[in-house]
């Protein structure tokens, strides 16, 4: 006989695990601990097999039966439930979100904290919600060109080439893992129209180099910024470097700075002498 709300609830556990059969291969396993599995047994190509359907209470008596009658549909087309959820549970593993975070997750710890930041940023801002939840293998270039078309439309060119650098990295750690054969981002050289360049002016006229300093001694703001502004032309460091300094970096007797790989850009040590 089918089973009922009322038996299930009142289903109490004993020193070993058993079974209430419901119908059509449904059955809910009492364990000793007290929970309560529903699982469908069924055979295909001359074997039986089990296949788990969820707990008791959170997947109900309805909300099993629906369960069941959707591996039964599968049994009858000759395809194996269990097969069939291996098989969605690794297309899951291979969508491109899941494959650029374990891309990220690989080479992150190499990069300045600075610079993974905005790489996972990117993704998770311009491409995870377009083509994040896609089988990495399906995706062509034109796909990857409208996500990278949108960053375009917003007039930031340079985060869009940024964009297909990553995607195109992303592809390769994909094609030396083996899921899928070829980078498509290749495809889109000359997609995206070039960056316009903005070189930033620098002062080599010595006068305009002392009415720069004389600016400077005149500076009456924050006395942190002009203390960083007085320190710059001792140093010639970026502003970053230089706000994020720390004593245990600096060597009075040597006369040296001594700045961590982890905070330059090339991710190399850097030595300053001191004046």
Not at 42 to 59: C, D, N, T, W
Not at 218 to 227: A, D, F, L, M, Q
Request: with cysteine; glycine share 6%; aromatic share 6%.
């Amino acid at each position: 006989m089918p089973l009922n709300d009322i038996q299930i609830r009142n289903a109490k556990p004993k020193d070993k695990s058993y079974k209430l059969a419901d119908e059509k291969g449904l059955l809910l396993i009492v364990n000793p601990t007290g929970s309560k599995w529903w699982r469908f047994r069924y055979r295909i190509a001359g074997r039986e097999k089990m296949i788990s359907l969820g707990v008791y209470p959170e997947v109900s008596l309805k909300k099993a039966r629906d369960r069941r009658d959707e591996q039964r549909t599968l049994v009858a087309d000759n395809i194996d439930p269990s097969e069939a959820r291996q098989s969605d549970k690794a297309s899951l593993a291979n969508t491109f979100e899941a494959i650029a975070r374990e891309w990220f997750g690989k080479h992150a710890k190499n990069w300045a904290e600075s610079h993974s930041t905005k790489i996972i940023a990117r993704l998770e801002k311009d491409v995870f919600p377009w083509i994040g939840n896609k089988s990495i293998a399906s995706l062509t270039a034109p796909e990857v060109l409208t996500c990278l078309r949108r960053v375009e439309g917003r007039g930031k060119i340079e985060s869009a080439h940024r964009i297909l650098q990553n995607c195109s990295a992303i592809f390769r750690y994909a094609v030396a893992t083996g899921r899928v054969e070829r980078d498509p981002c290749g495809d889109l050289r000359g997609a995206i129209p070039p960056a316009k360049v903005r070189h930033h002016p620098t002062i080599t006229d010595p006068k305009k180099i002392g009415e720069l300093l004389r600016a400077v001694d005149g500076y009456e703001g924050s006395i942190v910024v002009r203390c960083a502004l007085q320190l710059s032309p001792l140093v010639f460091l970026r502003p970053g470097e230089l706000r994020q300094a720390e004593w245990n970096e600096i060597n009075l007797k040597e006369r040296e700075w001594r700045i961590p790989a982890q905070r330059m850009k090339m991710d190399e040590q850097h030595i300053v002498p001191l004046t």
